[in-house]
């Protein structure tokens, strides 16, 4: 799993003209960086975070992979800017008392001016803005990543390997139900997911993460195949129109392309030949191969990925299914079936 601050390159040479960053993170302030309140089991912790990765149109389904394994903070997709431990930590945020002092300070503290505050649950966003005066975000997409934060919590606060409540213990994400219902295990528990499980899901989203994060620059690609081939690839996946830019960047098979290319583009086989050296300048072609390598190293892992999952579930299904059935012949009156 590679640092999500490596972001998709753009493969083409032309400005796409995309909405900036700057611009996203102008609805929350502070440039799009944000703070965090995180419930801790005995305290408060607050943390940034680039508040833009909330505000992207598939948060979530990503949010969450930057959590799953603890060698992934080393890329520091929070960082700790306080933690305070409460006496009475009931009291220190709800309807009745408002924001406590010690809290209240503690945020002030760290917040700069616009800067919004991402909360963990809806009520603390009207009693923080009507006490303090600061903007709070709370919204599927912020829960997610208080899922990660849970996930990883013993690396991330002193107070990290207490136990958390069970409404605070979130063991699948919105994000892990989308990469588990796209590969068919839709019907795993909650009360079934096990570290493991956790880890073998991220491993997997991770290697659809890899080629799906190139998408929009394909669809630059597409632009020009269409424009001066006359090539239609819209309907072609990402690694089959990867393929194609890299026969078009290195048209003498400097590189080891993966599949019978042929067989694979037909009748537009001979175009993508012929028309190769129209194509110069246009693709940035280191991208190009470094998009390439890493799309074909994710579809290799992904079928490996796919079948740990599988045998994690079928494991995680029989302790279930014996558990509950010891369960029910412990219970009064209950008569074992032989």
Same mark, same amino acid.
């Given at each position: 799993?590679?640092?999500?601050?490596? &972001?998709? &390159?753009?493969?083409?040479? =032309?400005?796409?003209?995309?909405? !900036?960053?700057?611009?996203?993170? +102008?609805?929350?302030?502070?440039?799009?960086?944000?703070?965090?309140?995180?419930?801790?089991?005995?305290?408060?912790?607050?943390?940034?975070?680039?508040?833009?990765?909330?505000?992207?149109?598939?948060?979530?389904?990503?949010?969450?992979?930057?959590?799953?394994?603890?060698?992934?903070? $080393?890329?520091?997709?929070?960082?700790?800017? =306080?933690?305070?431990?409460?006496?009475?930590?009931? #009291?220190?945020?709800?309807?009745?008392?408002?924001?406590?002092?010690?809290?209240?300070?503690?945020?002030?503290?760290?917040?700069?001016?616009? $800067?919004?505050? /991402?909360?963990?649950?809806?009520?603390?966003?009207?009693?923080?803005?009507? =006490?303090?005066?600061?903007?709070?975000?709370?919204?599927?997409?912020?829960?997610?990543?208080?899922?990660?934060?849970?996930?990883?919590?013993?690396?991330?606060?002193?107070?990290?390997? #207490?136990?958390?409540?069970?409404?605070?213990?979130?063991?699948?994400?919105?994000?892990?139900?989308?990469?588990?219902?796209?590969?068919?295990?839709?019907?795993?528990?909650?009360?079934?997911?096990?570290?493991?499980?956790?880890?073998?899901?991220?491993?997997?989203? &991770?290697?659809?993460?890899?080629?799906?994060?190139?998408?929009?620059?394909?669809?630059? /690609?597409?632009?020009?195949?269409? &424009?001066?081939?006359?090539?239609? +690839?819209?309907?072609?996946?990402?690694?089959?129109?990867?393929? *194609?830019?890299?026969?078009?960047?290195?048209?003498?098979?400097?590189?080891?392309?993966?599949?019978?290319?042929?067989?694979?583009?037909?009748?537009?086989?001979?175009?993508?030949?012929?028309? *190769?050296?129209?194509?110069?300048?246009?693709?940035?072609?280191? #991208?190009?191969?470094? /998009?390439? *390598?890493?799309?074909?190293?994710?579809?290799?892992?992904?079928?490996?990925? @796919?079948?740990?999952?599988? !045998?994690?579930?079928?494991? @995680?299904?029989?302790?279930?299914?014996? /558990?509950?059935? *010891?369960?029910?012949?412990?219970?009064?009156?209950?008569?074992?079936?032989?």
């Amino acid at each position: 799993m590679e640092e999500r601050k490596m &972001e998709e &390159e753009d493969w083409d040479q =032309d400005d796409d003209g995309s909405v !900036s960053s700057i611009d996203v993170g +102008a609805q929350l302030g502070n440039g799009g960086l944000i703070l965090v309140l995180f419930e801790t089991p005995t305290g408060f912790a607050l943390f940034g975070y680039d508040g833009i990765k909330l505000l992207r149109p598939n948060a979530l389904k990503d949010v969450w992979g930057e959590f799953v394994m603890e060698f992934m903070l $080393q890329y520091q997709p929070v960082w700790l800017k =306080d933690f305070q431990a409460f006496e009475d930590k009931a #009291s220190a945020l709800n309807f009745d008392t408002g924001v406590s002092e010690q809290l209240a300070g503690m945020i002030r503290k760290c917040i700069c001016p616009g $800067q919004t505050l /991402a909360v963990g649950k809806p009520e603390y966003v009207t009693i923080i803005e009507s =006490d303090l005066g600061i903007k709070c975000l709370w919204n599927a997409e912020v829960m997610e990543l208080m899922w990660g934060l849970n996930n990883l919590k013993e690396h991330l606060v002193p107070d990290g390997k #207490s136990e958390l409540s069970k409404e605070d213990c979130l063991p699948m994400c919105e994000g892990m139900k989308f990469t588990l219902n796209k590969y068919g295990f839709g019907d795993l528990k909650p009360e079934m997911v096990t570290r493991s499980i956790i880890e073998a899901t991220g491993l997997l989203y &991770e290697t659809d993460y890899n080629v799906r994060k190139h998408g929009e620059s394909m669809r630059y /690609a597409c632009k020009h195949l269409k &424009e001066t081939s006359g090539i239609n +690839a819209e309907d072609w996946d990402l690694l089959k129109l990867a393929t *194609a830019i890299m026969m078009l960047c290195y048209p003498n098979g400097e590189h080891k392309l993966v599949g019978n290319l042929p067989e694979l583009f037909g009748d537009d086989y001979l175009k993508l030949v012929d028309d *190769a050296p129209k194509y110069k300048g246009i693709f940035r072609k280191f #991208s190009c191969l470094r /998009a390439y *390598a890493e799309m074909v190293r994710s579809r290799r892992i992904r079928s490996k990925a @796919a079948r740990s999952l599988d !045998s994690l579930v079928t494991a @995680a299904e029989r302790i279930y299914d014996e /558990a509950q059935q *010891a369960l029910m012949h412990a219970q009064p009156g209950v008569i074992k079936q032989e």
